[in-house]
């Protein structure tokens, strides 16, 4: 296939071999499909309309050109929208719908949003709240039928014509350079920051990512998506699914991805590392609440299929694997549809232990890492065994180089890195070199070419002995255990190392009921002595793992899960560390109080 050099010669690629269903949603309860023919009309019908609104490329600078605010959930409305920008000259400046009233405000007035396209009632309630406050702001459109702003409907209407020429003399003037979109990133500390990406940051990694999800044995070519496509990973995900021929179908909600994907049938979907535990975890009910033999069937399989590796060659191994397959991978694969092969894992780090599970279910994990301002991937793992290995992100994708600083730090170059933060030339230099960009994180890269990711520069803390502690590995190792949800190691600036967990309550509370503890609240279930020993000895059973200034002296159980909604996690389901250390002072603070010894223990 030629390669596509603007975002919007996907679409173009796609009429070459249209489809019936490229893009799906449920509307009242039933798929309904866009055909390829139905979603250029609707593209070539926006970008008129925006068009006869004034919508232009202005002075052709990035400062100077138009900017269309989205604030969408994932549904064809929003690729719709975002291809529809791109013909007009314009750049589409997408936000997660979560994002909180303040930061919406900061955003759309310092890109100074002309347009804006909200998809529900609860988006338009929010944005009426700061409306007032964003002088640039001409008019609001809706997907959804709501109150107080105009439905995007009213600006579908039949092509005038000479609209072919219109619009092509106006995407002529598009070069691969051009920035298509300004992102922000959500970021675990700070102001957000605006990643301009260009055409060819996007595209570049498009191929790219073919060569990873290209070759998997697809009968029906079909992908679910559900991960916000404000985030470049699964707009750019997108986008690969476009140029290779993919339909794709958008759950309802994130309550409903089980059933969407029942009904959708997908090959892959795209997911972050916490989605699969929580996938996990239902599986892991299923299987606590079977009796007899179907029970020590289900727990047999689970242990077979932690054993998993690449390429095992033990024929015995490889018989347990297939009656645990037939047995009860099967169920699972069926749970989804019957038809994953492969979930494409990004964001943070996936537990190994989930990582063999799945692929062992024949339901392949294939984990990358990258970066917004690198549009994302810089490595990844492929779908064929040679280019998969466990516990690392994968090997470089095609057209990227790089380096690991003295320090470790990994530094990228190649034509998938941003043009800059946008009006923020100072912070831009700070992290660009050379053409290298420096991504803070710090990794390894193995003689094989797989890279290995140990950490965040700046969440690496010295305690008051000197000795630095890098928190990321010891949480995802002691992560692997059922038990613990969510964790957070502490201890910059203090004598030992210390760690906040939430446990899993989906496996304590089960293991309560086991061990005689009458259930009530998880405040009371965290103080409880049988809890805190359960703890202890997962904590004891990791800590010789690790050197000993990484080992976890003391540990507190939390009661609440973080999340997004309470301000602990991003929208894409990082911790925000800071506030974290913030929200848990007095917590964390008891855990150096009175002896300031080093024996294990349990704070609560």
């Given at each position: ?10 679409i ?10 490229l ?5 009242n ?65 997408p ?36 409306i ?97 496509l ?41 997911a ?38 690449i ?94 600083a ?73 992560k ?105 002072k ?12 080093e ?6």
């Amino acid at each position: 296939m030629e390669k596509a050099a603007r975002l919007f010669d996907c679409i173009v690629a796609q009429a070459k071999a249209p489809k019936p269903d490229l893009l799906n949603a449920k509307v009242n309860g039933t798929w309904k499909a866009y055909s390829t023919r139905e979603a250029h009309d609707m593209i070539n019908q926006l970008a008129i309309s925006l068009l006869e609104m004034g919508v232009s490329a202005g002075d052709g600078t990035t400062e100077g050109r138009d900017k269309i605010g989205l604030i969408s959930s994932g549904r064809p409305e929003w690729l719709i929208t975002d291809l529809a920008v791109q013909q007009t000259g314009a750049i589409l400046v997408p936000l997660y719908p979560n994002t909180n009233c303040k930061e919406l405000e900061q955003i759309l007035n310092e890109a100074e949003i002309k347009y804006l396209f909200v998809s529900n009632q609860e988006l338009c309630d929010k944005i009426h709240q700061i409306i007032d406050k964003l002088p640039a702001l001409k008019a609001v459109y809706s997907f959804d039928t709501t109150e107080g702003f105009t439905n995007w409907s009213t600006l579908f209407k039949p092509l005038p014509e000479g609209y072919q020429e219109r619009i092509k003399t106006i995407s002529d003037t598009i070069t691969a350079d051009t920035v298509a979109t300004i992102i922000y990133t959500s970021g675990t500390t700070g102001r957000p920051k605006g990643v301009m990406l260009t055409h060819k940051n996007i595209m570049c990694n498009v191929w790219a990512c073919g060569d990873i999800l290209g070759r998997i044995p697809l009968e029906h070519q079909k992908a679910l998506s559900f991960l916000p496509l404000n985030h470049i990973f699964e707009k750019t995900c997108t986008y690969v699914y476009l140029y290779y021929g993919f339909s794709v179908f958008y759950a309802e909600s994130m309550e409903t991805i089980g059933a969407n994907m029942k009904e959708a049938k997908p090959d892959i979907f795209t997911a972050v590392p916490r989605l699969l535990e929580k996938v996990f975890e239902k599986i892991m009910v299923q299987g606590q609440k079977l009796q007899g033999f179907k029970r020590k069937v289900f727990f047999w399989s689970i242990k077979v299929a932690e054993e998993f590796e690449i390429g095992k060659t033990d024929w015995w191994y490889n018989i347990k694997l297939a009656i645990a397959d037939k047995l009860v991978y099967s169920k699972w694969r069926d749970a989804i549809g019957g038809n994953v092969r492969a979930i494409v894992i990004g964001s943070s780090a996936c537990p190994i232990k989930l990582e063999k599970i799945f692929t062992a279910a024949k339901m392949v994990v294939i984990e990358g890492y990258g970066l917004t301002e690198t549009s994302p991937v810089i490595a990844a793992n492929r779908y064929q065994e040679s280019g998969r290995r466990f516990g690392t992100v994968g090997q470089l994708v095609n057209g990227v180089e790089v380096q690991i600083a003295e320090d470790g730090e990994i530094l990228t170059k190649s034509d998938c890195v941003m043009v800059g933060y946008y009006k923020n030339p100072e912070m831009t230099a700070e992290v660009i070199t050379n053409g290298w960009f420096h991504t803070g994180d710090i990794g390894e890269l193995d003689k094989d070419g797989f890279l290995r990711i140990t950490d965040r520069k700046k969440e690496i803390f010295k305690t008051s002995g000197g000795k630095y502690v890098a928190p990321l590995p010891i949480e995802n190792k002691m992560k692997e255990n059922y038990f613990i949800e969510q964790m957070m190691v502490v201890g910059a600036e203090r004598k030992f190392t210390s760690a906040l967990i939430v446990p899993s309550y989906t496996h304590l509370q089960p293991w309560c009921v086991k061990n005689d503890i009458p259930i009530t609240t998880h405040q009371e279930m965290v103080k409880n002595p049988k809890v805190i020993a359960l703890y202890q000895s997962i904590i004891n059973d990791f800590n010789p793992e690790f050197n000993h200034v990484e080992q976890v002296k003391k540990v507190t159980l939390l009661p609440d899960e973080w999340s997004i909604d309470s301000g602990e996690l991003t929208p894409t389901g990082k911790m925000k560390r800071k506030i974290i250390t913030e929200k848990y002072k007095t917590e964390i603070d008891k855990m150096y109080t009175g002896e300031e010894h080093e024996n294990p223990s349990l704070v609560h």
